[in-house]
Each structure stands twice: as structure tokens, then as C-alpha cells.
């Protein structure tokens, strides 16, 4: 029963380029969220998906990020145009509801961008 | 807006001792408050939740407390081992089901 599967664990950009980020959920959850640390910071929650549709997004820079949770596969955590700033580690949590559930954890992704 | 303060946010122990991490939020308007480890180059493994209704949790030599009214938790570990070594992140869950996180408590526990 595999967890939150998160690839790649390390991602290495030049500023401009683009970042995907995927996360598989744990079977059977249908709840998908993506969090960013930034270095000596805490997780700051980013947006929050279901299958097909995006429920909270209050946590996602306007401009260049963007995220998907398709009917069939991962979900993708896109970043365009990629600048330093966006240097982090950026984790996936899944969960079976929305409600006080606890949640699972990926390993995370760490972008580095040169 | 909801804040959650993680203090000590680094802490040094000898083996064995008990210590007591804490976690501070503004609004006791939460659904719950879990508490999470996160080792080096690793993702995070939860560890308690506790439930806005609840008072404790406990798990092996994990308690962890909850005063709504004061916007406080504590994590009490007793026995400490060198592999309890990590950081210790706090989250609140608020009444936008958002979890908002204190900046962690890295603990290191010496042999």
C-alpha cells in the first residue's frame, strides 16, 4: 500500500524554465493538497484540489504557478517561468475527506533554480 | 488571521530526559491541531491529532495537549532517544479547513 508518492524528489531549473511537480495520492484518497517550505520557514498551504476541480486556490501566487488533479493520474504542480524565489520544497499531502481528516504526506520535491 | 508560533524554535537535550515542545495559535476558532515530524531530506509523518472537542492525544511516548481557550498545545515526549532527533511542525486546521503552520521546533537529542 504505497503512500503519497511525489516525483521528482529534486528538480533543478535555470530561471525561465518550466517546473512540473507531480503527486499521486494514497489509494482511495480523492483529496489532494500541495504546501511550500521555503528555507527556515514553515509550510505555507498553497491550493487545495479534488478529482477535476479546484476548491481552494487563496495560497497560490497569481502569476506563473498553476495546478491540476485530473480524472486520471497524478497531480501536476506547475510553475512557469521559474525564478529563485521559487527555490523550495514543495509537498503533497492527500486525504480521504475534506473534514478533519488527518493527512498523509509525500517526501516532497525540492526545486532548485540556478 | 490565524497564527501559529512554535517556541523553542531549536532545542538541545541529553538522551533520556522528558521535554515539553509548545505551540501557540490566535484564534481558537480550529477544527483540530496535529503535530508532525519532519526528518532531514524527508517528508512528514504525522503524529498526533487532536480534535477541537478533544483535550489529549496520546501515542507511545508522544502526549500531546490542547487548550482551546488559552490557544495553546504542548508535546510532552518523555524518555527522549537520539532518534526522536527531527523538527517538530505544528498545524491548525481552521474553519476554512485550511492548515496553517507554525514555523517548527528543531529538537536534537545527544547521546
Known amino acids: 500500500n504505497a503512500g503519497v508518492m511525489q516525483n521528482p524528489r529534486h528538480l533543478v531549473r535555470r530561471r525561465g524554465q518550466e517546473a512540473r511537480l507531480r503527486c499521486s495520492p494514497m489509494k482511495g484518497h480523492s483529496h489532494v493538497y500541495w504546501y511550500r517550505q521555503l528555507p527556515e520557514e514553515g509550510l505555507k498551504f498553497m491550493v487545495y484540489l479534488q478529482k477535476e476541480n479546484i476548491i481552494d486556490e487563496s495560497g497560490m501566487p497569481k502569476e506563473r504557478f498553476s495546478a491540476e488533479f485530473p480524472k486520471e493520474g497524478p497531480s501536476i504542480l506547475r510553475i512557469q517561468q521559474v525564478v529563485r524565489g521559487d527555490s523550495a520544497a514543495y509537498f503533497c499531502?492527500?486525504?480521504?475527506?475534506?473534514?478533519?481528516?488527518?493527512?498523509?504526506f509525500g517526501e516532497g520535491s525540492r526545486l532548485t533554480v540556478l | 488571521k490565524q497564527e501559529v508560533t512554535q517556541i523553542p524554535a531549536a532545542l538541545s537535550v541529553p538522551e533520556g530526559e522528558n521535554l515539553v515542545l509548545n505551540c501557540s495559535f490566535t484564534?481558537?476558532?480550529?477544527?483540530?491541531l496535529q503535530w508532525f515530524r519532519q526528518d532531514p531530506g524527508k517528508g512528514l509523518t504525522s503524529l498526533l491529532l487532536?480534535?477541537?472537542s478533544q483535550r489529549e492525544q496520546t501515542s507511545g511516548r508522544l502526549n500531546a495537549s490542547l487548550d482551546k481557550s488559552s490557544g495553546r498545545s504542548t508535546l510532552y515526549i518523555a524518555a527522549s532517544q537520539p532518534g526522536d532527533s527531527a523538527t517538530y511542525l505544528c498545524a491548525v486546521e481552521d474553519s476554512n479547513y485550511q492548515l496553517i503552520w507554525g514555523a517548527g521546533t528543531k529538537l536534537i537529542i545527544k547521546p
Open positions: 487532536i480534535q477541537s
Open positions: 499531502a492527500s486525504s480521504p475527506a475534506q473534514v478533519t481528516g488527518e493527512l498523509f
Open positions: 484564534d481558537s476558532a480550529i477544527y483540530n
